[in-house]
């Protein structure tokens, strides 16, 4: 099927001219969006659970991460949309291949079911802006997609960065799973995200780098068609086995997903409203995300059905609760004391740093070895605590008070003078500042190595009290050498004068003398 453009996109989301068929799977879409990841647990599944119906099997949601969509295609099988979505943690894979229902879209299949690293992701609820790509979700994977439309508004904040305001609202009423009625126009989610370290930084990202079955992610969920309702194996239908509607054996769609191109960190700047969509503070959601774009493909659906063995296993795990309890009243094994010793070992922490979930008691009593401890760490039974923070705020507060002479009075002091400032811890103090003002002036030229040797033994002798004294004696010691050398420059001066003075006058009384004896007798 040709792809489509921005221009071919009617007012209602639909394609113009299209005849309604849903497009069969593998899906190739291109597009750009938001994902922000949080951490899936009890504290999610409870956030989730108001989307998730239960006949969803809420209680296989377990921990692992969990991601929240924003997205916009350009180009898909049924034309560009846009997409809301939140995915569980991750979900136990019940059931074995069957064959697809009659109903089922002619390109399902029953292939082998390969051995997978990740666990599937159940994706409760999508809202999409196209009804082509609502009743090919659901008809193709079991998706449960309702209309909704998307506004993307980007402006520039006061720091330069680019933000991005998407709000999403109902398209129309409609009524949920509960039976409650949602509005026409309801606001389901309002944030704003803004680009992080200038939005220039980007990274490559695959899903599958190597393209290994063993590395592919997974989508799963019920069997529906494209109107919402239960499809039924054929098989089980002829057997009058039940099923979700109670009219065959519970089915699920197992749908392989990859996603190739860049991604660029992005934060979570404000969430203005979430009516009818998980709280992202309750849910969890990190405030730093990616901003995505690349090629996104959804693969054919692979239909599984419970067997028997399920089945029995299900209504024991419903009556497990209660038997437990009236266990563990006799006793038995309530302390858990076992368990919480290797769980402290395994995550390499104290006992008291170890949380066991009170309502599975029965299951963590159950394990009894370090790698099944591991598991329910794994799966959010098992928490490491958080270590409590020591603030040392009142502590630096009260030590600048100090710094500026309060809480210093005598009802204050503890100890002798001696005990609280040792005279020889001032001696040394004094001592260190003393040498240290000679060393710099001597380096400095202010005074000779002579003069330095002097006051450092005088320094020593207990001369000097402190700077300012060493450096008045220091002035003083100058002038007397300047003034003494005047002086001695001033006598030298003298004695040259009064040596010339007597020269002279010796050369008058010989050169007088000399004429005396010269001039003839008379």
């Not at 299209?18 to 951490?39: C, I, K, Q, S």
């Not at 994706?123 to 994977?141: D, H, M």
């Not at 309502?359 to 394990?367: F, H, K, L, V």
């Given at each position: 099927?040709?792809?489509?453009?921005?221009?071919?996109?009617?007012?209602?989301?639909?394609?113009?001219?299209?005849?309604?068929?849903?497009?069969?799977?593998?899906?190739?879409?291109?597009?750009?969006?938001?994902?922000?990841?949080?951490?899936?647990?009890?504290?999610?599944?409870?956030?989730?659970?108001?989307?998730?119906?239960?006949?969803?099997?809420?209680?296989?949601?377990?921990?692992?991460?969990?991601?929240?969509?924003?997205?916009r295609y350009a180009d898909s099988p049924v034309g560009p949309y846009d997409e809301l979505l939140v995915t569980t943690g991750?979900?136990?894979?019940?059931?074995?291949?069957?064959?697809?229902?009659?109903?089922?879209?002619?390109?399902?299949?029953?292939?082998?079911?390969?051995?997978?690293?990740?666990?599937?992701?159940?994706?409760?609820?999508?809202?999409?802006?196209?009804?082509?790509?609502?009743?090919?979700?659901?008809?193709?994977?079991?998706?449960?997609?309702?209309?909704?439309?998307?506004?993307?508004?980007?402006?520039?904040?006061?720091?330069?960065?680019?933000?991005?305001?998407?709000?999403v609202r109902e398209r129309y009423e409609r009524v949920d799973w509960a039976g409650a009625t949602v509005p026409a126009g309801?606001?389901?989610?309002?944030?704003?995200?803004?680009?992080?370290?200038?939005?220039?930084?980007?990274?490559?990202?695959?899903?599958?780098?190597?393209?290994?079955?063993?590395?592919?992610?997974?989508?799963?969920?019920?069997?529906?068609?494209?109107?919402?309702?239960?499809?039924?194996?054929?098989?089980?239908?002829?057997?009058?086995?039940?099923?979700?509607?109670?009219?065959?054996?519970?089915?699920?769609?197992?749908?392989?997903?990859?996603?190739?191109?860049?991604?660029?960190?992005?934060?979570?700047?404000?969430?203005?409203?979430?009516?009818?969509?998980?709280?992202?503070?309750?849910?969890?959601?990190?405030?730093?995300?990616?901003?995505?774009?690349?090629?996104?493909?959804?693969?054919?659906?692979?239909?599984?059905?419970?067997?028997?063995?399920?089945?029995?296993?299900?209504?024991?795990?419903?009556?497990?609760?209660?038997?437990?309890?009236?266990?563990?009243?006799?006793?038995?094994?309530?302390?858990?004391?076992?368990?919480?010793?290797?769980?402290?070992?395994?995550?390499?922490?104290?006992?008291?740093?170890?949380?066991?979930?009170?309502?599975?008691?029965?299951?963590?009593?159950?394990?009894?070895?370090?790698?099944?401890?591991?598991?329910?760490?794994?799966?959010?039974?098992?928490?490491?605590?958080?270590?409590?923070?020591?603030?040392?705020?009142?502590?630096?507060?009260?030590?600048?008070?100090?710094?500026?002479?309060?809480?210093?009075?005598?009802?204050?002091?503890?100890?002798?003078?001696?005990?609280?400032?040792?005279?020889?811890?001032?001696?040394?103090?004094?001592?260190?500042?003393?040498?240290?003002?000679?060393?710099?002036?001597?380096?400095?030229?202010?005074?000779?190595?002579?003069?330095?040797?002097?006051?450092?033994?005088?320094?020593?002798?207990?001369?000097?009290?402190?700077?300012?004294?060493?450096?008045?004696?220091?002035?003083?010691?100058?002038?007397?050498?300047?003034?003494?050398?005047?002086?001695?420059?001033?006598?030298?001066?003298?004695?040259?004068?009064?040596?010339?003075?007597?020269?002279?006058?010796?050369?008058?009384?010989?050169?007088?003398?000399?004429?005396?004896?010269?001039?003839?007798?008379?």
């Open positions: 099927m040709p792809l489509t453009h921005k221009s071919e996109r009617g007012a209602d989301g639909a394609l113009l001219g299209a005849d309604g068929e849903a497009a069969p799977a593998p899906w190739p879409l291109n597009g750009t969006g938001f994902v922000f990841g949080y951490r899936a647990g009890s504290r999610s599944a409870a956030a989730l659970a108001p989307l998730v119906e239960p006949i969803d099997r809420v209680d296989d949601l377990r921990a692992g991460p969990g991601f929240v969509m924003l997205l991750a979900t136990k894979q019940r059931g074995v291949p069957v064959a697809p229902p009659a109903s089922a879209p002619a390109s399902a299949s029953k292939p082998s079911l390969p051995r997978r690293l990740f666990a599937p992701r159940r994706v409760p609820l999508i809202w999409v802006s196209s009804e082509r790509s609502l009743r090919g979700g659901r008809r193709n994977w079991g998706v449960r997609k309702e209309l909704a439309d998307f506004t993307f508004t980007e402006s520039a904040d006061g720091k330069g960065r680019k933000v991005t305001r998407v709000v309801r606001v389901i989610l309002d944030v704003e995200v803004g680009s992080v370290l200038g939005g220039v930084v980007s990274f490559p990202v695959a899903s599958n780098p190597v393209g290994s079955a063993f590395l592919d992610m997974n989508l799963l969920g019920p069997w529906i068609d494209e109107d919402g309702r239960g499809l039924v194996s054929d098989s089980s239908a002829a057997e009058g086995e039940r099923d979700a509607t109670g009219t065959g054996r519970r089915g699920w769609i197992l749908t392989r997903f990859g996603f190739r191109g860049w991604m660029r960190p992005v934060g979570l700047l404000a969430v203005h409203a979430a009516e009818g969509f998980p709280d992202p503070l309750e849910l969890g959601v990190l405030s730093v995300g990616a901003q995505v774009s690349g090629n996104l493909e959804f693969g054919e659906a692979v239909f599984l059905e419970e067997d028997d063995e399920e089945v029995v296993e299900e209504e024991a795990a419903a009556s497990a609760p209660a038997e437990a309890q009236a266990v563990y009243a006799d006793g038995v094994a309530a302390d858990l004391k076992t368990q919480k010793r290797l769980a402290a070992a395994v995550l390499k922490c104290g006992k008291r740093k170890i949380w066991l979930d009170p309502n599975e008691t029965a299951t963590i009593g159950a394990e009894n070895s370090r790698k099944g401890i591991k598991k329910l760490a794994k799966n959010g039974l098992i928490i490491k605590k958080e270590t409590a923070i020591h603030s040392r705020f009142r502590v630096r507060q009260k030590l600048a008070a100090k710094r500026l002479g309060r809480h210093t009075g005598h009802g204050k002091r503890r100890g002798t003078a001696e005990a609280r400032m040792p005279t020889s811890v001032v001696w040394m103090r004094r001592q260190r500042v003393l040498r240290r003002m000679l060393r710099r002036y001597r380096e400095a030229g202010k005074i000779d190595k002579h003069l330095y040797h002097a006051l450092y033994l005088k320094s020593k002798g207990n001369v000097f009290k402190n700077k300012r004294v060493l450096m008045e004696y220091i002035h003083k010691a100058k002038a007397d050498k300047t003034r003494a050398k005047m002086l001695a420059d001033q006598a030298e001066a003298h004695r040259a004068r009064t040596k010339a003075a007597r020269e002279r006058r010796a050369q008058r009384v010989a050169a007088k003398k000399e004429e005396l004896h010269s001039a003839p007798a008379s």
